[in-house]
């Protein structure tokens, strides 16, 4: 059965600061990777995706992610956070002939000012 | 990417009553998914929706509590039924975007009262 692990529930960091969000999945074949972000009170928006290819993936907002195949890893990295960027980001897999996403339980991200 | 419309945003129901959540996509999907997110929680699927055929439901969700209808290419509704306080959540339908990853709709935020 496909799983996603976000280790870290809660983040606060300093604007301008970096950020890298952590993600592990289980996925018994060539997984399809996600990261969303949800503002308050909002839906989920698609900040970047791996499908195949380039495992260095740019995503919109400059936020960035790498797949690690060996490690099970798909982190979402950003070099300065924006108090913007204060929001939940959820990880998930799934995709190919299976259509079903599974997502992690999210990382809050507390910007500081 | 898809366009999706999903309405109501937000609505407090009394307990024992049901709740219908439509969701409009702006160009035809071969399969539609709703999602539940509790407070405070990640994102589960409860089920898939095909055109034409009866919905899949995920483990943990049944079709009398959670009855879906999907009567063509571009719309779904998703029925909460003989609610409790428990049901209170946000719900949220979603698509595959045919290689773009999976958008979602803004959501319906419920309280059950």
């Known amino acids: 059965a496909q799983s996603v692990t976000q280790p870290d529930i809660h983040i606060t960091v300093s604007e301008g600061a970096s950020l890298e969000l952590r993600c592990n999945y289980s996925?018994?074949?060539?997984?399809?990777l996600f990261w969303y972000v949800q503002s308050p009170g909002q839906g989920l928006q698609l900040l970047l995706k791996y499908f195949s290819g380039d495992t260095l993936v740019q995503g919109i907002k400059g936020f960035e992610a790498e797949f690690k195949r060996s490690q099970s890893s798909f982190n979402l990295r950003k070099p300065s956070v924006h108090w913007s960027d204060a929001a939940e980001y959820f990880c998930?897999?799934?995709?190919?002939?299976?259509?079903?996403?599974?997502f992690g339980k999210g990382t809050l991200l507390t910007v500081n000012p | 990417s898809a366009v999706i419309s999903q309405k109501p945003s937000r609505d407090i129901c009394q307990r024992g009553t049901s709740l219908t959540i439509q969701c409009q996509v702006d160009s035809q999907v071969t399969m539609m998914f709703w999602y539940r997110q509790q407070p405070g929680q990640s994102l589960t699927l409860i089920a898939t929706?095909?055109?034409?055929?009866?919905?899949?439901?995920e483990s943990g969700f049944v079709i009398d509590k959670f009855p879906i209808s999907r009567p063509n290419l571009t719309f779904s509704t998703l029925t909460v039924s003989n609610m409790s306080p428990e049901d209170s959540s946000i719900y949220l339908c979603s698509v595959e975007g045919q290689g773009d990853g999976y958008t979602f709709g803004s959501g319906t935020r419920l309280t059950v009262v």
């Open positions: 996925y018994g074949a060539t997984p399809y």
């Open positions: 998930a897999v799934g995709g190919g002939s299976n259509y079903k996403l599974t």
């Open positions: 929706a095909n055109q034409g055929s009866e919905a899949t439901y």
